[in-house]
C-alpha cells in the first residue's frame, strides 16, 4: 500500500513538472532536481582565535607573548583570507538568484529542445549533465586545495616575518640589556668608589653609613636616657610628694615647737646666724670664723668669733612688766660675761639656745604673772595699785573688811637660771600688818612656777581674809 502511495505522489510530481516544461513555468533549479543535481554554497568558515582567559589579571607574560607574535599575526591572515573569499560567496550568491527564475527566460533555447526532445534524449542530456556537474565538483575541490595552499603559505610566511622581527627585537634588546649591564657595572664601579672615598669635597657613603650608625646608636641611648629620665621623673613624682607630706609634718611640728620653743630662726648667712626671743625683742647674732679652702657651710663644726645680745624692747611704748623682764634678761646677760668663751663652736649653740631659752621662758612667765595680777588682782586678791620699776615690784594692798592697807616692794633677781623674790621694803598704811609676817610668808617658798602668785594669794589668805 505504502509503495503504491509513493509511486502514485512519484507520478504526480512526475505529471506536474512535465507540464511546468511544457508550459515554461519550469525554473532552472526544478529542471536540475530532475537530473538529481544540487547547488549548495557553503559560507566560509571562520578561524577561530586560541582561547585565552578572559580576564587580562589572569594572563601569564607566555600568554602575553603568544598573543603577539602567532595568534595575532594568523588572525590578520585569516582574516584578509576570510574577506576573499566572503567577496567571491556574494558573488555567486548573485547567480543564485538564478536558479528561482523560468529556464524559459534563462536559456530559452535549452527549453525549447528539452521541452520537444524525447525520453531517451532527455535521459541522455541528464547523463551529460550530471558528467558535467562532476567535472565541476572535482574542479571545485582543486581549487579549494589551492586555496587552501595559498592561505597556508601566507600563514608561513606570516610566521618567518614574525620570527625574524622577534628575532631582531631580542637582538636588540640582548645588545640593550648588554649595554645596561656595561652601565651597571661602571655604576657599581663608581659606587664602590665613592663609598670608599666619597664623591669631590663630599665624605664617602661608607663614612655617611658610620655617622648613621652612630646617630643610630646615639639616638638609641637618647631613648634609654629618655625611658630613664621618664622612670627618674615618676619616682622623683612619688619623692615629691613624699617629700611634700613629710614637710607638711615637719611645718606642723615647727609650729609646735614654736609654741614650746622660746627661740625662732631669723636669718642665716654663711657666715653667721640670728635667733629671736620675746616675739623679736630680743635677738641673739652668731657670727664664724672665715675657713681657707673649704666651704664653711660644709663644715660640721665652726668656730664663733662673737655672740652678741641685741633687746630691742621701747621702753616708752611698752608695760612695765615686759620693762622688768627685759631689765631681767639683760642683767642675766652681762652677768654671763664671755658668751663666746663658754660657748665657742656650732656644736654648743643647741646648749646656747636652751640655756638662753629656760631663762627667757622664766622671765615671760614672770611677765604673765604680772600682767595678769594687773588685771584680776584687784577683784580676787585685794590689790589696789601693782606696777613695776627696774627689778623692783610695787604693790598696795587694800582690804576694807579687814580694815588694812600695806605696800610692798619686792626685788627680783636670777639664781640658777630661777628667778627669786626678795621684801625690799615695806609700809603700813592701816592696820598691824608688819614687814616680818610678810618676809615669813616670802621665805616659806622656794623658786618655782608661779612663785609670785603663790606669796600674794598666801598674803591675802593670811594678812586680808
Same mark, same amino acid.
Given at each position: 500500500?505504502?509503495?503504491?502511495?509513493?509511486?502514485?505522489?512519484?507520478? #504526480?510530481?512526475?505529471?506536474?513538472?512535465?507540464?511546468?516544461?511544457?508550459?515554461?513555468?519550469?525554473?532552472?533549479?526544478?529542471?536540475?532536481?530532475?537530473? !538529481?543535481? #544540487?547547488?549548495?554554497?557553503?559560507?566560509?568558515?571562520?578561524? *577561530?582565535?586560541?582561547?585565552?582567559?578572559?580576564?587580562?589579571?589572569?594572563?601569564? /607574560?607566555?600568554?602575553?607573548?603568544?598573543?603577539?607574535?602567532?595568534?595575532? $599575526?594568523?588572525?590578520? @591572515?585569516?582574516?584578509?583570507?576570510?574577506?576573499?573569499?566572503?567577496?567571491?560567496?556574494?558573488?555567486?550568491?548573485?547567480?543564485?538568484?538564478?536558479?528561482?527564475? $523560468? /529556464? =524559459?527566460?534563462? *536559456?530559452?533555447?535549452?527549453?525549447?529542445?528539452?521541452?520537444?526532445?524525447?525520453?531517451?534524449?532527455?535521459?541522455?542530456?541528464?547523463?551529460?549533465?550530471?558528467?558535467?556537474? !562532476?567535472?565541476?565538483?572535482?574542479?571545485?575541490?582543486?581549487?579549494?586545495?589551492?586555496?587552501?595552499? @595559498?592561505?597556508?603559505? =601566507?600563514?608561513?610566511?606570516? !610566521?618567518?616575518?614574525?620570527?625574524?622581527?622577534?628575532?631582531?627585537?631580542?637582538?636588540?634588546? &640582548?645588545?640593550?640589556?648588554?649595554?645596561?649591564?656595561?652601565?651597571?657595572?661602571?655604576?657599581?664601579?663608581?659606587?664602590?668608589?665613592?663609598?670608599?672615598?666619597?664623591?669631590? &669635597?663630599?665624605?664617602?657613603?661608607?663614612?655617611?653609613?658610620?655617622?648613621?650608625?652612630?646617630?643610630?646608636?646615639?639616638?638609641?641611648?637618647? &631613648?634609654?636616657?629618655?625611658?630613664?629620665?621618664?622612670?627618674? =621623673?615618676?619616682?622623683?613624682?612619688?619623692?615629691?610628694?613624699?617629700?611634700?607630706?613629710?614637710?607638711?609634718?615637719?611645718?606642723?611640728?615647727?609650729?609646735?615647737?614654736?609654741?614650746?620653743?622660746?627661740?625662732?630662726?631669723?636669718?642665716?648667712?654663711?657666715?653667721?646666724?640670728?635667733?629671736?626671743?620675746?616675739?623679736?625683742?630680743?635677738?641673739?647674732?652668731?657670727?664664724?670664723?672665715?675657713?681657707?679652702?673649704?666651704?664653711?657651710?660644709?663644715?660640721?663644726?665652726?668656730?664663733?668669733?662673737?655672740?652678741?645680745? =641685741? +633687746?630691742?624692747?621701747?621702753?616708752?611704748?611698752?608695760?612695765?612688766?615686759?620693762?622688768?623682764?627685759?631689765?631681767?634678761?639683760?642683767?642675766?646677760?652681762?652677768?654671763?660675761?664671755?658668751?663666746?668663751?663658754?660657748?665657742?663652736?656650732?656644736?654648743?649653740?643647741?646648749?646656747?639656745?636652751?640655756?638662753?631659752?629656760?631663762?627667757?621662758?622664766?622671765?615671760?612667765?614672770?611677765?604673765?604673772?604680772?600682767?595678769?595680777?594687773?588685771?584680776?588682782?584687784?577683784?580676787?586678791?585685794?590689790?589696789?595699785?601693782?606696777?613695776?620699776?627696774?627689778?623692783?615690784?610695787?604693790? @598696795?594692798?587694800?582690804?576694807?573688811?579687814?580694815?588694812?592697807?600695806?605696800?610692798?616692794?619686792?626685788?627680783?633677781? +636670777?639664781?640658777?637660771?630661777?628667778?627669786?623674790?626678795?621684801?625690799?621694803?615695806?609700809?603700813?598704811?592701816?592696820?598691824?600688818?608688819?614687814?616680818?609676817?610678810?618676809?615669813?610668808?616670802?621665805?616659806?617658798?622656794? $623658786?618655782?612656777?608661779?612663785?609670785?602668785?603663790?606669796?600674794?594669794?598666801?598674803?591675802?589668805?593670811?594678812?586680808?581674809?
Amino acid at each position: 500500500l505504502k509503495r503504491s502511495m509513493f509511486e502514485s505522489q512519484l507520478d #504526480d510530481y512526475t505529471n506536474d513538472v512535465q507540464r511546468k516544461l511544457n508550459d515554461g513555468t519550469i525554473t532552472v533549479l526544478e529542471f536540475f532536481k530532475l537530473f !538529481n543535481i #544540487d547547488f549548495i554554497i557553503n559560507n566560509p568558515r571562520q578561524s *577561530n582565535f586560541p582561547g585565552r582567559p578572559l580576564s587580562d589579571t589572569d594572563r601569564t /607574560l607566555m600568554d602575553l607573548l603568544k598573543d603577539r607574535h602567532i595568534f595575532r $599575526p594568523q588572525q590578520r @591572515v585569516y582574516e584578509a583570507d576570510v574577506l576573499s573569499l566572503t567577496e567571491k560567496v556574494e558573488g555567486l550568491k548573485e547567480r543564485m538568484w538564478d536558479l528561482e527564475k $523560468p /529556464l =524559459k527566460i534563462v *536559456n530559452r533555447p535549452l527549453w525549447e529542445e528539452m521541452r520537444n526532445s524525447s525520453e531517451k534524449e532527455f535521459k541522455s542530456f541528464g547523463a551529460k549533465l550530471k558528467e558535467r556537474n !562532476n567535472v565541476f565538483r572535482r574542479m571545485s575541490k582543486v581549487q579549494s586545495h589551492e586555496m587552501k595552499e @595559498v592561505l597556508y603559505s =601566507k600563514l608561513l610566511q606570516a !610566521n618567518r616575518e614574525e620570527q625574524q622581527r622577534s628575532r631582531r627585537t631580542i637582538e636588540e634588546a &640582548d645588545e640593550m640589556l648588554k649595554s645596561l649591564d656595561d652601565c651597571i657595572q661602571e655604576l657599581e664601579t663608581e659606587l664602590t668608589a665613592i663609598e670608599e672615598k666619597g664623591f669631590e &669635597d663630599k665624605p664617602s657613603l661608607k663614612s655617611r653609613q658610620e655617622e648613621m650608625q652612630k646617630v643610630s646608636e646615639a639616638l638609641a641611648d637618647n &631613648d634609654q636616657q629618655i625611658s630613664q629620665l621618664e622612670l627618674q =621623673k615618676t619616682q622623683n613624682s612619688k619623692e615629691l610628694k613624699r617629700l611634700k607630706a613629710e614637710t607638711m609634718k615637719l611645718e606642723s611640728h615647727v609650729s609646735v615647737l614654736h609654741m614650746v620653743n622660746e627661740w625662732k630662726l631669723a636669718e642665716k648667712t654663711d657666715n653667721g646666724t640670728t635667733y629671736t626671743f620675746l616675739h623679736k625683742t630680743v635677738h641673739l647674732e652668731l657670727l664664724y670664723e672665715d675657713s681657707s679652702g673649704k666651704d664653711s657651710s660644709n663644715q660640721s663644726e665652726r668656730k664663733i668669733s662673737h655672740l652678741t645680745f =641685741k +633687746l630691742q624692747l621701747d621702753d616708752e611704748k611698752s608695760q612695765g612688766h615686759a620693762r622688768l623682764v627685759h631689765k631681767l634678761l639683760s642683767d642675766f646677760i652681762e652677768g654671763e660675761g664671755d658668751w663666746a668663751e663658754k660657748y665657742p663652736t656650732s656644736r654648743h649653740v643647741p646648749k646656747l639656745l636652751h640655756d638662753v631659752g629656760l631663762v627667757v621662758s622664766r622671765c615671760r612667765l614672770l611677765g604673765e604673772e604680772l600682767r595678769l595680777l594687773e588685771l584680776w588682782g584687784g577683784l580676787r586678791l585685794d590689790i589696789l595699785h601693782i606696777s613695776c620699776l627696774d627689778t623692783r615690784v610695787h604693790i @598696795v594692798f587694800s582690804r576694807l573688811k579687814a580694815f588694812s592697807k600695806f605696800e610692798v616692794i619686792f626685788s627680783v633677781s +636670777l639664781v640658777n637660771h630661777l628667778y627669786v623674790l626678795q621684801v625690799q621694803s615695806f609700809k603700813n598704811v592701816i592696820g598691824n600688818t608688819t614687814i616680818q609676817q610678810i618676809e615669813e610668808i616670802v621665805s616659806s617658798f622656794s $623658786p618655782a612656777k608661779n612663785v609670785l602668785t603663790k606669796i600674794i594669794k598666801r598674803i591675802h589668805d593670811d594678812l586680808l581674809c
